[in-house]
């Protein structure tokens, strides 16, 4: 650390919302008050566009240093540091000037082009930790060069970065998500940039996880607190997550909810286990990797079921976990790879008028409990146990319901993160070399709930298969 040692600027770049928080360095701990949010409205379109106004998304965010700055939080910062969505991807002219708008994970344009049969996808999934999937930019790349005449390419953290610090680089975390990285390597891989039609010049520079920028005069002038304090890489928001709510090991797996969901292990990139083709894996750092499986529908899920069905409550109240007698299949926005069900293929059966919306909200998020087992089940496989669960996100805090419903899903015991802001939290512990705990609550799972969610589990996978059949009609 340099100046102003003791405090964190942290800066989470979420898809619902851009954050700027300030942490205490030893423990990366939110200062009580020092937070500031600006709420982002991504624009969906009935033509899988899910996109995010990129001038208003970075205005937003200063503005919320602004809002520290007014009320006296950035004195006594000795970092800035980065979580950020993965996947987003902007188009930019030969200087560099934005011909699209910030492109998220959730959109789903990019088409298949088609290799042959020479190409070997099970060698280039082992190599990044990806697939020729729309989620990335082997495939998003071609999409936008045959829709325009694009120069080159960023993701959203690379360009608040340059607007921050004047310059257009990313993190080894940050370019793992875009599918064209060499995991072991560290740098582009020249396959998957032959794929993807670009050179990496056209591409933001990787730096290492110990590189540090400086804030422009422009925002030196702005804010004076933070001149010369070192700007840390950004780490992609499902590393620093897995950080930030206590799992960092080979023996334990993070499950957060958030917009999305996920759940993953972090652990060394060398000696990294072989990987199965149904996981993806991304880089934290320098040194490690993380493991795992995501999902679309979590937490958006959770807010919209709760607006259309004008909830009171954000819980299922007098509804009993495995108790419902509908099953709701959680594709409203359709699967991550390799599985390629479109959004708008959310799907509820056996649906009765006696169900009330408690009911509905009660089987969506079981229906998203028994995606994210599929996960874990397949974690505990790769590395040969049954894993420790720790618990996080702002979904998870929101609701101690579908807290106890994911630890009598998992059928073992659980343990919550205290802090919600895990993501900000991951980034200071990745930058700083922390080692935040969980520090919440110990769930123990109820055996009847456990038993009513075996049950449930067998007629879930049978209707989950025809909802992803009837997803191809």
């Not at 259309?308 to 419902?324: A, F």
């Not at 974690?379 to 894993?387: A, P, V």
Request: with cysteine; proline share 5%.
């Amino acid at each position: 650390m340099t100046k102003n040692d003791g405090r964190v600027l942290a800066l989470d770049l979420g898809t619902s919302s851009a954050r700027a928080l300030v942490l205490s360095e030893s423990d990366a701990a939110p200062i009580p008050g020092a937070l500031a949010r600006h709420k982002i409205a991504p624009t969906y379109g009935h033509d899988g566009s899910a996109t995010l106004d990129l001038h208003e998304y970075v205005e937003g965010l200063l503005s919320c240093l602004d809002e520290l700055e007014q009320n006296g939080h950035l004195d006594g910062i000795g970092a800035i540091v980065l979580s950020s969505q993965w996947h987003s991807i902007v188009a930019l002219d030969n200087k560099g000037v934005a011909q699209t708008p910030v492109i998220t994970w959730a959109d789903t344009r990019a088409i298949d082009h088609g290799l042959g049969a020479s190409f070997d996808e099970q060698a280039f999934h082992a190599r990044t930790g990806t697939w020729l999937h729309r989620l990335y930019w082997t495939r998003r790349i071609p999409w936008l060069l045959s829709s325009g005449s694009p120069e080159q390419f960023a993701g959203l953290p690379d360009l608040v970065l340059e607007r921050l610090t004047g310059e257009r680089v990313t993190s080894v975390s940050i370019a793992s998500g875009t599918g064209t990285l060499d995991l072991a390597g560290g740098a582009y891989d020249d396959e998957a940039l032959e794929i993807a039609g670009v050179t990496a010049d056209r591409l933001p520079q990787i730096v290492p996880t110990g590189w540090t920028g400086t804030l422009s005069a422009e925002y030196a002038r702005r804010w004076p607190g933070l001149v010369g304090v070192p700007v840390h890489p950004p780490t992609g928001d499902g590393a620093a997550s897995n950080v930030g709510t206590g799992g960092y090991d080979a023996g334990t797996a993070a499950v957060t909810v958030g917009t999305s969901a996920a759940v993953r292990v972090v652990h060394p990139i060398e000696n990294a286990p072989e990987l199965p083709w149904e996981l993806w894996r991304y880089r934290v750092d320098d040194k490690r990797a993380v493991t795992g499986m995501a999902f679309s529908a979590a937490g958006n899920l959770h807010a919209w079921l709760t607006g259309v069905l004008r909830l009171e409550s954000d819980e299922p109240l007098g509804v009993e976990i495995g108790g419902t007698h509908a099953i709701a299949i959680p594709f409203m926005a359709g699967t991550r790879p390799p599985a390629t069900v479109p959004g708008g293929s959310g799907v509820y059966f056996g649906l009765s008028f006696d169900d009330s919306s408690a009911d509905l909200l009660a089987a969506a998020l079981q229906g998203a409990s028994l995606e994210i087992d599929r996960g874990l089940r397949q974690l505990d496989k790769l590395f040969g146990q049954e894993l420790e669960v720790v618990l996080g996100g702002g979904g998870i805090d929101a609701s101690e319901w579908w807290r106890r419903c994911l630890t009598a899903t998992f059928a073992r015991p659980t343990t919550v993160c205290a802090e919600p802001e895990v993501g900000a939290r991951g980034a200071a512990a990745v930058a700083l070399g922390l080692s935040p705990e969980a520090g919440g609550e110990h769930l123990t799972p109820a055996a009847e709930d456990v038993s009513r969610l075996a049950d449930l589990r067998t007629r879930y996978e049978s209707l989950r298969e025809l909802a992803v059949q009837a997803s191809s009609i």
